[in-house]
């Protein structure tokens, strides 16, 4: 059982290029969501997701896209990287209960972005 | 949208003593509250949550309580110890339907 895996660990990008950072889950998740952690900021989400083919916005999601075609994968989508989104990302994954309640969040392992 | 402010963001405290990190939430439709522990360079972890309907959980040298009315959640740690230090964040959310917000984060250490 591997639970959420990102891919890449570590990536430089040059201003103006775009990337796809990976995230993947095993554990049937339906919620997926990624953050980005900046020092002093804690982690802000991004986009999130509560189930295949759904997708929104969280608190900071300009100059990046989701799509959530399958309950396993939720990548994410630098469009033209911009030295602000210089950060270290956090995909995670949990699922909802009936009731509506969720359980623990996991966490991917992050990936350290630098955009120069 | 809901906004959780986490306070203090740094606190040093002697080993033995105990710490207390304070959040409050703003929409008072949330219903879960997680605090997570992230040590240098790790992921986060989960360590405690709780539910609305309750008003404090303890797991052995850690609890939480959860004021609705005031809208705030605290996490109590303990007889502290060296590996109590870490970067403590705090989160709220409404429900399966919902995004988790979390805190800024609290560093903690702990003097020897």
């Known amino acids: 059982n591997a639970g959420v895996t990102q891919t890449p660990k570590f990536q430089v990008l040059k201003t103006g290029q775009s990337m796809t950072l990976q995230c993947a889950q095993d554990?049937?998740?339906?919620?997926m969501s990624w953050y980005r952690q900046d020092p002093g900021m804690g982690l802000r989400l991004i986009h999130y997701s509560v189930g295949a083919g759904i997708t929104d916005q969280g608190e900071v999601p300009n100059g990046y896209n989701v799509s959530r075609s399958t309950t396993e994968d939720f990548p994410l989508r630098l469009l033209s990287a911009a030295p602000s989104q210089t950060s270290v990302y956090f995909c995670?994954?949990?699922?909802?209960?009936?009731?509506?309640?969720?359980?623990?969040?996991?966490f991917g392992q992050g990936t350290r972005l630098t955009v120069v | 949208g809901e906004n959780v402010e986490q306070h203090p963001s740094t606190l040093s405290v002697q080993e033995g003593d105990s710490a207390v990190i304070k959040c409050t939430y703003s929409?008072?439709?949330?219903?879960?509250f997680p605090w997570y522990k992230q040590e240098l360079g790790k992921r986060p972890q989960l360590i405690i949550d709780i539910r609305s309907n309750v008003g404090e959980k303890k797991d052995q040298r850690i609890a939480v309580t959860l004021n609705k009315t005031a809208k705030h959640f605290s996490l109590h740690i303990t007889e502290t110890q060296p590996e109590d230090s870490a970067v403590y964040f705090c989160?709220?959310?409404?429900?399966?339907?919902?995004?988790?917000?979390f805190g800024s984060g609290t560093r903690l250490s702990i003097r020897p």
């Open positions: 554990m049937n998740h339906e919620y």
């Open positions: 929409d008072s439709a949330s219903n879960y």
């Open positions: 995670a994954s949990s699922y909802s209960r009936t009731g509506g309640l969720y359980t623990e969040a996991f």
């Open positions: 989160a709220a959310s409404k429900g399966s339907a919902s995004k988790i917000i």
